[in-house]
């Protein structure tokens, strides 16, 4: 659980953008998870964490959508909202490194790659977990690491250092 | 074929994804590219970087207590299971290209269903709904976070009067309570389930109002032209020596089993495969079959499935041919995925073509909770719930063998509904739910039924509500018709509890400054009768009515010592101090397991159905389990 508990809140909040919300949904998972058969899910674990985790996340983001219903003209208005508060302190903390530049990537793209990149899910996880073909997923990281190299080269501060801690 | 530096192939390559004749093919081509080697190097950089950052990011952790929580429970799974095998997992299975080609399509296929509900999901406008900023606020609560103690009793004019759960209020600033009744029993089944279990139930799925109302008092039958009686008692505080508990009673009309209306019923079952354990579907069945027992030709029953695919399985057919519904019922099976907004879209068709005017019409979904909505949204499944409703189709949701923790959305769809939700464990509480209690089930005597308590400041220093957190309504709900609120049924008992801090007694409540501009709020206005307690009042709407009914009593203060009370209302007290106790309430006072024992006993009573002695085995089992 402690090894899971952070990145699955972080995971959550990609689609709660809270905080708060995101531990009630990982606290949940993991209550869901005692559940479980602990033989069955074994080497599934990660993939069962996360599948559920963004289901729960998704079951909750509707619910709040609920109360609140939107004409469909106002939610396609509402296409790029404001980046929330949680993200743009994210944003301010990492500015000169590719997680901050990473806020700026779509959310089923920040998905992939935290999935990827924190969790090291393979493709065929991830399309799981996120209910996608497996070209899709392939296109989703492809697309977000072009995007981040992009940005990465075009911000000398970033790329110089990021030579220094590759190196 | 020449590979393009842009294709996601290369990418895929890059991180290691590729097996196989993609890969050869790949390397292949690198060998007579430098263009593309560094465009690879590139990528497998950025990968690296990622992960290096990943990996030194700061993770937000799980609240203390709800990490202690869940590692109770877990604890046992973890052990049986390799820990270090999680984290080094690589996808086991070697896959054919064959294989893969089934897997690739059928993906596709789920995308395909899921993308329009999931894009509209995710076009997310952040909004604070009220109701969910409370459930934060309880969570946080109830896991021991205190930081929005604070925000308790402003003279709050909007959203609800009282944010928080349950807090002591003063009348002079909050003298409205206002909420909507709930005859759910669910709570109480599952956190049974959970005792049964060996484990503690998690502090959220203690609703003490469902634990207050699984149990049937005896209040009077109405005697004039509503369709239920209302009783107050008020006597001393089990919990508290200092304070003192208002119970409120309501009883719904009984109505005998010949003048049943004719009922049209569409069992809506869940088949998917998740539903093959003993306690789901095969429950499922016995518990239905005793369901139809009862039913008479005036009654029909059709059955609709839903899975990958939702089907009618048995038309309308006449409550007396009991071999025909009970073969259908018999003949189902579990397998397949779950779709519920196509089910539940034929079945209320079926209800509509078989409508009953002036009958019991309702439909009776039967789950697991894994509700998934498949090309519907859940907003509009909960708009057509709501429609269907108001045009005399009413759903009942009962939950089988599920984790607790979709019993909000079953909920919520139940609520939405005009029905009611139960949760059943066990054979028994089946025949609670659907024979002994089958017209409470089944006929809805009065719906949108509220409770607006407004309290003396004379007489009271301080007032809570014990539950029914979810179910507060702002204080100008009450006289809006509009607004959605329980329903009772035939022969139903509904039981509120308010613990009272009588004036006089000192309070500490976490004040705000005294107020400029008010009247001074402090200094009860004269005038009005100083030996009222409170005053009760009640609205609802007949079945198919649309305008709400006032009913209003003012309650007198007495002094009746607890240990002069009714055996219902010790029993009702000690129920609630039982709930307080699991979910380690901040405002349980003395209560602890022995002494919930203690005061449960005291309340037994004859106990004919045996649901007391049941729960003061629970209360034993709570405490073993506490060490």
Redesign the interface.
Known sequence: ?D?Y???L??YA?L?T????????V???T???????N??R???H??QWLFTVCRN?A??V??????????SDV???S??S?EP?PAIQAERRE?AT???GL?ADLP??QQEA??L???N?L????I??VM??????V??L???A??A??QQ?QSKPDVAAN?MR??T | MNINPDDPKLTAYALGELRGKEHEEIERQLEGSDQMRREVEEIANVGAQLSKEFAAEPLPELNYAAQLAVKAKLEPALSTTERASWWSFRFPIRVTPLGFLVILSIVAILAAMMLPALSRAKSKARRISTQDEQRTSMMAKLIGSDSDRNRTSDLNTEAYDHIEDNPFLSPAQNPLSTFSIDVDTASYSNVRRFLNEGRLPPKDAVRIEELINYFPYAYPQPTDEHPFSVTVEVAGCPWNAEHRVARLGLKGKEIAAEKRPPSNLVFLIDVSGSMMPDNKLPLIKRALRLLVEQLTEKDSVAIVVYAGNSGLVLPPTSGDQKQKILSALDRLEAGGSTNGGEGIGQAYATAMRNFIQGGVNRVLLCTDGDFNVGVTSQGELIRLIQDKAKGGVFLSVFGFGMGNYKDSTLEKLADKGNGNYGYIDTLNEARKVFVEQMNGTLITIAKDVKIQVEFNPNQVSAYRLIGYENRLLRKEDFNDDKKDAGEIGAGHTVTALYEIVPSGKAMNLPGVDPLKYQPNPQVPVGGHPSGELMTVKLRYKQPDGDSSQLVEFPIAASQTAYAQASGDFKFAAAVAAFGMVLRESPYKGTATFDAVAELGAEGRGSDASGYRTEFLKLVKEAKALKR
């Open positions: 659980m090894r508990a952070g990145p809140t972080k909040m689609i953008d809270d905080l708060e919300v995101a531990r009630d990982v606290q949940d993991f209550i869901r998870l005692c559940d479980e602990p033989v899910l074994d080497s674990l990660a729960r998704l079951d983001q509707r619910k709040e959508q609920r109360m609140k219903p939107l106002e939610m396609n509402q296409a909202p929330s990492a490194e590719a997680l990473m959310k089923n790659i935290r990827k990149f924190q090291g393979s493709y065929l996880e399309s799981k209910n996608l073909t497996v070209t899709n392939g296109f990281i492809h697309t690491i072009k981040l190299r990465m990021r801690r590759t």
